[in-house]
């Protein structure tokens, strides 16, 4: 008997050679082995009658072995055997694989997997399986004559073995307690995982674990909630009666309902001393960043730090100069590199950076940390590993709207406070899907709206240079861009500047490209998705996006919100060689769509999970089973959720560092 827990060097069939090699790649017990599960099925469960048999296609037939032999061909080994059936008889074909003939006798039944020849009439290295065991008794396949499971490579087993292993578990595995869930028991669950009696069985045995793998987020969710709300070990803040009487008067516009409302749940928040862990979701544009600034300079008032968090360095300096701006009272120090202590300044600071503020926590003490655009929600590891002697309160910005039951469900340890209203006098960015055959025309178009109103636009290209991806077609780099686009534009309206920004480029060019761009001394940025979530260029108002099926929703979404930000008119020239009617189906439906979480909802309907998340990579997308799209067997989780018996033990561990936690530490 197995259990979950067992060494595989326990189980019959794996020694300890081949258990040193599992171990080595993380596969150590019964349970790393039956989550490992086939990348795919190959369909052996039909038999072909010989007469059939078709070249190319791969077959299975049944049939009485004969004439297997061993021989030799120059210094190769060679195996050969024939099988037959009613209508007629195929030769079987081995290179190198002495073993697999050995066991054959004259007259058995067999399977047997393979490509047909017709040219030799023959089958090169098949699988073949006994169909009768040495009692005489129908056998369970598990090589062929079914769906047959193909594992990765990765796993350091042979097809072969890691299904012979399998079947040796599977035979003998015990859960305890195992509940019977959508119909199914986690042992079957496996079974049918790994030796399926039919697709269907497949997907409600993924769906089963896929609602095991919820099950245990929520559990970890409810346990975050429950150990923050014990923490009382964040500094408290006083706050006005009424929170908005906070927002300092030099900032030159009123904040809307939907930003004062936040100020307001976040104010309360940092006012007590159980740490804050507030998600703060809106729009591109929507106006976050003060919001934010807002409470960063609450606490600089009352003699504490805090720290924003940036994804990129761009992002950074921008933050710093924009809340500068903002909150001339407040001292914004920028950190964006280096891992040496900082001089803390003795005046209470907000500190703007990359993760290298993170490697100063201990140095700055922050009472907030606000990550911005991380698309990571959750919490941070305790303050211990922060080596801070308090849990500060955290803030996470993000425009990727979540729908509120995955919300409740998933995200239920977070706060949430959504900006969903825009800036008053803020117009949609026009969009437009534009024809290669009108791309001098809009280029000339462009020139013009840019001198006469005196404006910036960015051009975006997927990559950088062309040498980098020669196995893609349509590869519009920044480079090749840069080059054409400088040469039309000196041809014909050579008053416009052209700069390049890139990744690959040294940082002082970088810093130097983006000192012009904002002292407005270049036209016309050509650059990479490095500038998704970056650019608060006022007098941005025309945004062209290269090969924009290569873009998600959400990224493209990002960059049309670079335009317009000063109330003016914004546009967005998309232009794609795709030839594909959906990927144009989906640019003309964001071109029509300016809402965000429209924009999500619509693309979560047409390729489930894709693009919701496309720009999450970090963590959101690495869950194994469950699908962040699947809101259906989310909302069932959390009903599943209520009803467990106490002793549920979670088939997935709870503490492994999923996806929905901010890295605190790097
Ligand atoms: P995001 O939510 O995408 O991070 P930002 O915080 O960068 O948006 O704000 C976008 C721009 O709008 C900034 O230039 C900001 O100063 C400005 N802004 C923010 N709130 C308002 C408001 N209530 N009225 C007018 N402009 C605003
Ligand atoms: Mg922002």
């Known amino acids: 008997m197995y259990f979950l827990s067992t060494r595989l060097d326990e189980v019959k069939g794996i020694g300890d050679a081949l258990y040193a090699k599992l171990e080595k790649r993380g596969y150590s017990t019964v349970k790393d082995l039956v989550l490992a599960v086939p990348l795919r099925y190959e369909d052996r469960s039909h038999t072909t009658q010989i007469a059939e048999l078709q070249s190319g296609n791969l077959i299975t037939v049944r049939g009485k072995m004969s004439s297997a032999r061993n021989f030799y061909k120059g210094r190769r080994s060679m195996q050969s055997a024939k099988v037959s059936d009613e209508t007629g008889t195929v030769k079987l074909q081995w290179f190198n694989n002495p073993h697999v003939i050995s066991n054959i006798k004259d007259g058995e039944e067999y399977y047997v997997s ?6 030799y009439k023959s089958i090169a290295q098949p699988t073949i399986e006994r169909v009768f065991d040495s009692h005489g008794d129908a056998k369970e396949n598990i090589h062929t004559g079914r769906l047959v499971p193909l594992y990765s490579t990765m796993i350091p087993l042979k097809q072969g073995t890691q299904r012979r292993v399998l079947k040796e578990i599977l035979n003998n595995l015990r859960i305890p307690n195992d509940l019977e869930l959508q119909h199914m028991r986690l042992v079957e669950s496996f079974d049918e995982i790994h030796f399926p009696t039919t697709v269907d069985h497949v997907v409600l045995a993924r769906e089963r674990l896929a609602l095991e793998e919820l099950l245990a987020l929520i559990r970890r969710s409810r346990a975050i909630k429950q150990e923050w709300k014990e923490l009382h070990t964040a500094p408290a803040f006083e706050i006005p009666a009424k929170p908005t009487a906070a927002i300092p008067a030099s900032i030159p516009f009123s ?12 104010l309360k928040d940092i006012s007590q001393s159980e740490p804050m862990n507030r998600l703060l979701i809106g729009d591109v544009g929507s106006g976050k960043t003060v919001v934010a600034g807002i409470a960063c300079n609450l606490i600089a008032e009352q003699n504490k730090n805090s720290a924003i968090i940036a994804p990129t360095k761009i992002l950074a300096t921008q933050h710093a100069e924009s809340l500068v701006k903002l909150f001339p009272d407040l001292n914004v120090e920028l950190v964006t590199g280096g891992r040496k202590p900082l001089e803390v300044p003795k005046e ?25 655009e991380q698309h990571r929600f959750g919490v941070g590891q305790r303050s211990a590993a922060l080596g801070l002697s308090y849990m500060p309160h955290i803030l996470t910005m993000s425009a990727t709207p979540i729908p509120r039951s995955l919300m409740l469900t998933i995200f ?3 706060q949430l406070s959504v900006i969903d209203e825009m800036p008053a006098g803020r117009l949609p960015t026009k969009t437009w899907l534009v024809p290669d055959s009108k791309r001098e025309d809009s280029y000339n178009w462009m020139a013009k709206n ?4 005196h404006a910036q636009a960015i051009v975006v290209c997927p990559f950088i240079d062309p040498s980098e991806h020669l196995a893609f077609e349509n590869v519009v780099s920044a480079t090749e861009t840069f080059e054409a ?5 000196r041809q014909q309206h050579p008053g416009l500047r052209l700069g390049l920004l890139h990744g690959r480029q040294k940082k002082t060019e970088q810093s130097s490209v983006i000192k012009d761009l904002y002292a407005g001394e270049i036209d016309i940025l050509v650059t990479t998705p490095m500038v998704e979530v970056g650019l608060d260029l006022k007098r941005a108002s025309i945004i062209v996006i290269e090969a924009a099926e290569r873009f998600g929703m959400a990224s493209l979404h990002q960059l049309r919100g670079r335009v317009g930000r000063a109330n003016q008119q914004g546009y967005c020239l998309l232009f794609s060689n795709a030839n594909g009617m959906s990927s144009k189906e989906r640019l003309e439906a964001f071109s029509k769509e300016n809402n965000g979480l429209k924009l999500a909802e619509l693309d979560l309907k047409n390729r489930g999970s894709g693009n919701l998340f496309g720009t999450m990579q970090h963590g959101f997308s690495d869950l194994q089973f469950a699908d962040w799209a699947n809101l259906e067997l989310i909302g069932r989780a959390q009903k599943t959720y209520e009803e467990l018996p106490n002793d549920w033990e979670p088939l997935f561990a709870t503490d492994r560092k999923t996806t929905t936690e901010i890295p605190l530490a790097n």
């Open 255 to 266: 904040l809307t309902n939907a930003q004062q409302k936040s100020v307001t749940e976040i």
């Open 485 to 489: 686009m400088s040469a039309f534009m």
């Open 412 to 414: 239920s340890h977070l």
């Open 450 to 453: 840019l001198t006469k109103n």
């Open 114 to 119: 393979g490509t047909y020849n017709p040219k």
């Open 348 to 372: 209470p600071t907000l500190f703007v950076g990359t993760h290298a503020v993170i490697n100063r926590l201990e140095n700055i003490k922050p009472a907030l940390v606000i990550y911005d």
